[in-house]
């Protein structure tokens, strides 16, 4: 306990004192009493003198008798610290103690001496008066000897005291600073007291004087002794006392220290008549040691000029180290190293030793590379054969991922496919399935406990004797299903195809296999060297390695069953079209018709298609549209039936000369009566508004303050209401070259004087976000609530366009249900956009503060509001595409407002969509085109208004609850949909999930949303049925698959969906059980069934084509 308490006194510096109170037992019954003993930092080759008093007590029944041996304990100031009660035994330890203190006290701190008196045999330094012709006797070496202490030091003592006008001079010799940059004189001396002589002393003083001078060069002359050439450092007293006849000498310690530039330094004692002895004189200056910490070397280094200045050395690493950052360490004025930044690590294939700071040469067998700290054995598969190893190289025939760490294992590469199977072929067509790879246990990965084997193998399929005319599909360069459809293939043709298997996770990307596809499979070595890639963004070099393969050569089935090739168009006008084609050159029977089909190429989907018979091998089209692309195909019967359809062929009518001309001069005389009916109409709604104005100017509400009369620096930027109301567009501010004037245009500036701020009620993007109060015309008087936002001091000019070019679009707007924008402050710091103020905040903290406590009209009164503005913003042609609970805002009479037009941005084309730059995009709002394609539309919007609607109806709740983002865009490309709140009704559900088709053309309008939450209002009995919510596990959160017509289960269950269960016993008969035989389905097929009606057909086709999207 001792020791740990004398070593933490340690860490304290410059004069820092320990206290420490504590009983130490020992096992002979006598007891240590440690009190109040205080260390303080003391330098190298000072002097230390420690007195202790032991006392040994014993105890018997009568008395306590105790023996005291006394060792007193001195600082260098010779002053007595403290007394120490110890057993006789344990002086050594104490001793020892003693040592260790001291030696850690100055650890940190190195004296590099220069001049010390006591080591000195003789001193001989230069005196002034000197000699016989001085009036005084001066400065006197003589020696000063202790036989107790073993002290035999050469001193200089001068009193004379006797004398008039003393001016005595004691010079060192010349010192060499060396490095050093500030300097430290310790003097050891004695005063005696000036009534030591009375009556004799004449001149007594009882201090001396210590200069300097700074010189470039050792001199063989005296140094100049003039007073004005030397500076001085201090006028020395007796800090310890003066001694006289009546106490004991007491030896005095004086340390000073001074700055130095020059190569060095005379030192210079002064005594103008005192009676002093110096007993001794150390110069010497400070170092921080030399120390090596963070693999970098530190040389020792002198202190700075000043004690506060900090010196900074630079590091060079030790052996078989690099620096990562520059190795810099701060020395500070009193020796000590401080502020460690940068430092060096060991070389790869050398291994770190933290405890000596060097780095050890990993041996054979082991390596070490960036990834790891230690030298570790090499992973599977793989070795070493030197020391000092980065890595450990593969064996023959395994290999280790580009990707991957270099403490890898390595890996062979994936075997070939398995059960390679020809499913289907036909004239045209075939359909290859296989399986993934086997496993083998050199492939399987185990870390962390789980293992990871090829769970995702990518395949390419190759087919050298296929035309480019042949379709693949899938059409990607590579893949991971199992399955693929060749189509356009050549009758009665030989093909050869090839799957090549590659393996992205199992760390054996550097190579890749291919297997033939055959019947029967063969374990022939073939050297490849074709290549592919993109496996993880890895190049695949087939070439590297051996491969095995296994082959398979099929043939399309022959053009006998009477295929028709070679359709094409001969000639076209604008209703008529001449089609031929060749006849087949083989047949297994007498064609006896052909079947000509056409339909617009916009309605192909569809299947409205008119056909034709003809037994010879042309066909004449009439009564087609004017400018429309047809598509054509034609088939042949024979007695065993009609053949397949060629082909499409695709032909455009043309449009006549007359009819244009027409349609132009209609054009004309519509477009004159429209021009003169809205000139008559514009003439009325103007005199209208102006009438309507001028009547109800006092009943306008508080917001519509811009119509009255404004000072000129209130109303200088007045934006003019707009006299059509909704018909007038949008206007991105980002298309003006000034912001400034976007500003001027759409926004309004307020003098700054008419706001007052009266609290922060929260941060934006920008700076806070304020409520306060706006003074209205026409004598302002009277004042409104208003939000203020304000722009942070010292923001960029990007950050004051972005502030306000929120404004600019805010400032466009005017509709109860859109927030609405006051005006702004720009003429004066800080910028503000004033908004009128909603007082319950967000819908979503506000839901979530009232948790079930309002009615189902009530919610829908909310969400009619938010549609009712994204209706208006719709119309202007503005996407907002943040559409979130959060940025809906509510007063205080539950009226919910459009707010945050942060993201927003105009639609740019016809096509109804605007393509991003980059930037965040709130997933579990947006729409899925949005997110894969980066394209915003009105209808993305409406997906947003879905998920708002969720969250009203389940009080604020997160959509999607703690599910990643990558989570929630693979679940909604599955087709999985958020499931119905607690107790939602069933009509706002359905509601939902129209919002949420995943065709975009198929969700509603904001205008007919708003129609349909109007009839669920005004029919309340509609909201008494409620979708009961699915159990939903917390840690799963398992969501409801999509309520449509694209998710199969099974035959009835789909046909139940479409409301075509009537025909479940067609399916039934005809077999079809999956949804890849559904998804096959053609009107002949249907008609074949005996599903005669052409509308329930279109239905049932249109659906199986959605059906094959999802698949």
Same mark, same amino acid.
Request: charged share 20%; with cysteine; net charge negative.
């Given at each position: 306990m001792l020791c740990c308490a004398l070593i933490c006194g340690k860490l304290h510096t410059h004069i820092h004192t320990l206290f420490i109170h504590t009983y130490?037992?020992?096992?002979?019954?006598? =007891?240590? %009493?440690? @009190?109040?003993?205080?260390?303080?930092?003391? @330098?190298?080759?000072?002097?230390?003198?420690?007195?202790?008093?032991?006392?040994? $007590?014993?105890?018997s029944n009568q008395n306590r008798n105790s023996q005291a041996t006394e060792i007193s304990i001195r600082t260098k100031n010779n002053k007595l610290t403290s007394l120490i009660p110890f057993s006789n035994f344990s002086i050594v330890l104490l001793i020892w103690i003693i040592s260790v203190i001291y030696n850690l006290q100055i650890a940190n701190a190195d004296q590099v001496v220069l001049l010390d008196t006591t080591r000195e045999a003789t001193l001989e330094w230069t005196r002034y008066p000197y000699g016989p012709q001085a009036q005084t006797p001066g400065w006197v070496e003589e020696s000063f000897t202790d036989f107790v202490k073993g002290i035999n030091w050469r001193s200089y003592?001068?009193?004379?005291?006797?004398?008039?006008?003393?001016?005595?001079?004691?010079?060192?010799?010349?010192?060499?600073?060396?490095?050093?940059?500030?300097?430290?004189?310790?003097?050891?001396? /004695?005063?005696?007291?000036?009534?030591?002589?009375?009556?004799?002393?004449?001149?007594?003083k009882e201090t001396f004087s210590l200069l300097f001078y700074e010189f470039d060069a050792a001199t063989r002359e005296p140094p100049p002794w003039q007073t004005d050439s030397y500076k001085l450092i201090a006028r020395i007293a007796a800090g310890e006392g003066r001694f006289n006849q009546n106490s004991d000498v007491d030896i005095n310690t004086e340390v000073k220290s001074i700055a130095v530039s020059k190569k060095g330094v005379y030192f210079a004692f002064r005594d103008q008549g005192a009676c002093i002895s110096v007993l001794a004189v150390k110069?010497?200056?400070?170092?921080?040691?030399?120390?090596t910490e963070n693999?970098?070397?530190?040389?020792?280094t002198p202190t700075g000029r000043e004690i506060t200045i900090i010196e900074k050395q630079n590091g060079t690493c030790v052996e078989n180290a690099e620096p990562y950052e520059a190795p810099t360490y701060l020395c500070k004025g009193d020796g000590k190293w401080t502020i460690l930044t940068g430092g060096c690590r060991c070389k790869v294939g050398y291994e770190p030793n933290e405890v000596n700071n060097t780095c050890t040469e990993c041996p054979a067998g082991t390596f070490r590379s960036a990834e790891v700290r230690k030298c570790i054995s090499c992973p599977a598969n793989s070795n070493s054969s030197k020391t000092g190893s980065p890595m450990c190289n593969c064996l023959a025939g395994y290999y280790r991922h580009p990707a991957d760490g270099r403490h890898m294992p390595c890996y062979k590469p994936p075997n070939a496919p398995t059960n390679l199977t020809l499913l289907f072929v036909d004239q045209t067509s075939a359909i290859i399935s296989w399986s993934a790879p086997t496993r083998d246990d050199n492939q399987l990965v185990t870390a962390n406990g789980l293992e990871k084997y090829r769970t995702e193998v990518v395949y390419k399929v190759r087919c050298s004797s296929c035309s480019s005319n042949v379709m693949f599909n899938p059409s990607t360069d590579t893949f991971n299903e199992t399955k693929i459809t060749l189509t356009n293939l050549e009758p009665a043709t030989t093909y050869t195809v090839q799957v090549h298997a590659a393996n992205s996770i199992s760390y054996v990307a550097d190579i890749g296999l291919y297997y033939n596809l055959t019947y029967s499979s063969s374990d022939n070595a073939l050297s490849n060297t074709s290549s592919f890639s993109n496996i993880n963004g890895h190049q695949l070099d087939l070439s590297e390695v051996e491969t095995k393969y296994a082959e398979i050569v099929f043939t399309t089935e022959s053009a006998m069953l009477s295929t028709v090739f070679n359709l094409r168009v001969v000639a076209i006008t604008n209703k008529e079209a001449s089609l031929v084609w060749d006849k087949p050159g083989q047949t297994d029977a007498p064609i006896e018709l052909y079947e000509v089909r056409w339909f617009p190429k916009s309605e192909m989907e569809t299947i409205n298609n008119t056909t034709l018979s003809t037994k010879e091998t042309k066909a004449l089209i009439y009564n087609l549209l004017e400018n429309t692309e047809y598509g054509f195909q034609v088939r042949c019967k024979t007695v065993n039936g009609f053949g397949a359809y060629s082909n499409m062929v695709y032909a455009q009518t043309h449009q006549s000369v007359g009819t244009v001309y027409e349609d132009s001069m209609q054009i004309r005389f519509i477009a004159g009566a429209i021009v003169t009916g809205v000139f008559f109409l514009v003439i009325f709604i103007v005199a209208t508004v102006y009438f309507m104005r001028s009547k109800h100017q006092d009943e306008l509400d508080k917001k519509s303050t811009n119509h009255l009369p404004l000072p000129m620096e209130y109303a +200088?930027?007045?934006?003019?209401?707009?006299?059509?109301?909704?018909?007038?567009? =949008?206007?991105?501010?980002? $298309?003006?070259?000034?912001?400034?004037?976007?500003?001027?245009?759409?926004?309004?500036?307020?003098?700054?004087?008419?706001i007052t701020i009266?609290?922060?009620?929260?941060?934006?993007?920008?700076?806070?976000?304020?409520?306060?109060?706006?003074?209205?015309?026409?004598?302002?008087?009277? *004042?409104? *609530?208003?939000?203020?936002?304000?722009?942070?001091p010292g923001s960029s000019e990007k950050a004051r366009c972005d502030f306000l070019t929120e404004a600019s679009i805010m400032g466009q707007f005017d509709h109860p249900n859109v927030i609405y924008l006051q005006g702004v402050v720009t003429r004066s710091n800080p910028v503000m956009i004033i908004t009128e103020y909603m007082e319950n905040g967000s819908l979503d903290t506000f839901l979530r503060v009232n948790d079930g406590k309002f009615q189902t009209l009530q919610l829908i009164v909310m969400l009619r509001g938010i549609a009712s503005g994204m209706s208006y913003l719709s119309d202007m042609n503005y996407v907002h595409r943040d559409l979130a609970a959060r940025n809906v805002l509510v007063n205080a009479q539950l009226i919910c407002k459009i707010a945050d037009f942060g993201l927003s941005r105009e639609i740019e084309n016809a096509s109804d969509a605007y393509t991003t730059r980059g930037g965040k995009i709130p997933v579990r709002w947006t729409a899925p085109e949005a997110i894969a394609f980066r394209k915003f539309t009105s209808a993305s919007d409406v997906w947003s208004y879905g998920v708002v609607?969720?969250?009203?109806?389940?009080?604020?709740?997160?959509? =999607?609850?703690?599910?990643?983002?990558? *989570?929630?865009?693979?679940?909604?490309?599955?087709? =999985?949909?958020?499931?119905?709140?607690?107790?939602?009704?069933?009509?706002? @559900?359905?509601?939902?999930? *129209?919002?949420?088709?995943?065709?975009?053309? %198929?969700?509603?309008?904001?205008?007919?949303?708003? +129609? $349909?939450?109007?009839?669920?209002?005004?029919?309340?009995?509609?909201?008494?049925? /409620?979708?009961?919510?699915p159990e939903n596990d917390s840690s799963t959160h398992i969501l409801d698959a999509q309520r449509g017509h694209n998710i199969f289960i099974s035959t009835d269950l789909w046909l139940e969906n479409i409301k075509m269960s009537r025909y479940s016993q067609h399916f039934r008969e005809a077999n079809l059980v999956s949804a890849q035989q559904i998804s096959r389905l053609t009107a002949q097929l249907l008609s074949d069934m005996g599903i005669t009606l052409v509308g329930h057909q279109k239905k049932i086709l249109h659906q199986a084509r959605q059906l094959d999207t999802i698949i």
């Open positions: 130490m037992l020992i096992a002979t019954g006598a =007891y240590i %009493h440690i @009190y109040n003993i205080h260390i303080y930092e003391i @330098y190298k080759m000072s002097a230390i003198h420690w007195t202790f008093r032991i006392f040994q $007590t014993q105890n003592v001068v009193c004379d005291v006797a004398y008039h006008n003393v001016n005595n001079w004691l010079w060192s010799p010349f010192i060499d600073r060396g490095p050093a940059n500030r300097l430290y004189i310790e003097i050891q001396f /004695t005063i005696r007291d000036c009534s030591l002589f009375p009556g004799n002393a004449l001149s007594c110069v010497y200056y400070i170092t921080c040691p030399a120390v693999f970098a070397h530190f040389n020792e +200088s930027n007045e934006v003019t209401t707009p006299l059509f109301g909704n018909s007038r567009s =949008y206007v991105d501010p980002h $298309t003006y070259e000034d912001p400034n004037q976007a500003i001027r245009e759409f926004a309004r500036e307020i003098d700054a004087n008419y009266e609290a922060i009620i929260g941060g934006g993007e920008f700076g806070d976000v304020c409520r306060g109060r706006l003074k209205i015309p026409p004598n302002f008087v009277q *004042d409104i *609530d208003v939000a203020i936002k304000t722009l942070k609607l969720w969250e009203v109806m389940s009080y604020g709740e997160r959509p =999607y609850w703690n599910w990643s983002n990558q *989570d929630v865009i693979k679940s909604i490309e599955k087709g =999985y949909r958020l499931p119905a709140p607690m107790d939602c009704p069933e009509a706002l @559900y359905q509601l939902m999930l *129209d919002c949420w088709q995943k065709q975009r053309t %198929h969700r509603p309008t904001f205008a007919s949303i708003v +129609s $349909t939450l109007d009839n669920l209002a005004r029919q309340p009995q509609s909201l008494l049925t /409620t979708r009961n919510s």
